[in-house]
């Protein structure tokens, strides 16, 4: 019998390629999905040759994701759309700031019972209010969108060193399905019914990785920097309850995409390490991104400017000091040691439902 599913990945950097590796092993054990794995390459030339190219000959990601080789059956293709043509299940893996460019491309091609998994650590927020990556997906595609988030450092999945991940997904059949192609003895997952709180989670713990980065880079110690990680883990709890309330269950806070993320994050992320030589160097996090990251975009800083112009906006910023530190000390040309400003918030009153002082 022919297999009846296939699956594709939308995008290749570190982390689309680090699930490339796992999804590709995974399908050429599974009979109802196609051994072969499209993975959608930002063309570009690497060493005087195409990335794909080199991806397709080698399997490797020289540039992204370098020494770890790719299963033969994962196969690099400059067009999204050439990717999405016949995948039932679609992985979504880039930069947030850039997602609404690519579903435009590909909505076309997209079948009408395909569904798609969102691993992007982002989310948009402004003073209108706040798009999850998922909605966002869900809105573009008409499909139905779950998330992977979890304290996931590529490069040492890659190495397969053991870890946990959560899935988010609000259909239980369709669960074991994303279960199924992700799942391997090195790398744990945990589905929970919670899609936007796994999202929140996700993309909130970037902020508290840049803060940590901050007392990294002003060298002030472990002490100092459990504080920040505390606080943060706080402010992102009570920002997700106010934003989506009782939509978001509080045990996902303690799930691998909750207070796991945040302690790997905000030890060994690069959000972390960009934020500490943003205090050590004083470049711009662009600059940074360019000499230390090949140029890839990190989404910490990004997201600090996305959650101020809400909270700004609600007129709560007294209520997310460090949030609003971080993002002054970002944006706004304070000194990094101004992140304590104002970190004496009482959070006792913080339920499933959002704080009565907000």
């Not at 950097?13 to 390459?41: Q, S």
């Not at 993002?327 to 009565?356: M, W």
Request: negative net charge.
């Amino acid at each position: 019998m022919m297999p009846s599913k296939r699956v594709c990945i939308l995008g290749s950097g570190n982390w689309g390629t680090t699930a490339a590796r796992i999804v590709g092993a995974n399908v050429a054990k599974l009979a109802d999905f196609d051994d072969t794995v499209k993975i959608w390459v930002h063309e570009e030339i690497v060493d005087g040759r195409k990335l794909t190219d080199i991806i397709n000959t080698e399997h490797e990601n020289v540039k992204y994701l370098p020494g770890h080789k790719l299963p033969d059956n994962v196969v690099a293709v400059p067009d999204a759309t050439d990717a999405v043509r016949g995948a039932t299940h679609i992985i979504i893996v880039l930069p947030h700031q850039y997602i609404q460019q690519l579903l435009d491309s590909v909505h076309g091609s997209i079948l009408p019972n395909a569904s798609a998994m969102s691993l992007i650590k982002g989310i948009g927020i402004s003073d209108q209010g706040m798009t999850t990556m998922t909605q966002l997906i869900h809105r573009t595609l008409a499909i139905p969108v779950s998330s992977l988030s979890g304290a996931n450092i590529a490069n040492e999945i890659a190495e397969k060193k053991y870890c946990e991940t959560t899935i988010g997904c609000q259909d239980p059949d369709e669960a074991i399905v994303w279960r199924s192609l992700f799942n391997t003895p090195y790398f744990q997952v945990n589905c929970v019914a919670d899609v936007i709180g796994v999202e929140f989670c996700g993309a909130l713990k970037n902020v508290v990785a840049v803060g940590a980065g901050f007392i990294d880079g002003l060298g002030l110690g472990n002490n100092t920097k459990a504080a920040i990680i505390r606080i943060g883990f706080l402010e992102m709890r009570r920002l997700a309850m106010h934003i989506a309330g009782g939509g978001i269950q509080e045990s996902t806070f303690m799930e691998s995409c909750g207070l796991a993320d945040v302690i790997t994050t905000c030890y060994g992320g690069r959000n972390r390490r960009l934020a500490e030589e943003f205090v050590r160097t004083g470049k711009p996090m662009p600059q940074l991104e360019l000499e230390l990251l090949n140029g890839q975009k990190l989404q910490g800083y990004l997201t600090a400017g996305e959650v101020h112009s809400y909270i700004d906006s609600c007129g709560v910023t007294d209520h997310f000091p460090l949030f609003t530190n971080i993002y002054q000390i970002c944006y706004e040309s304070k000194p990094p040691h101004t992140i304590f400003a104002g970190l004496n918030v009482d959070f006792s009153r913080d339920t499933k439902t959002p704080s009565p002082s907000l």
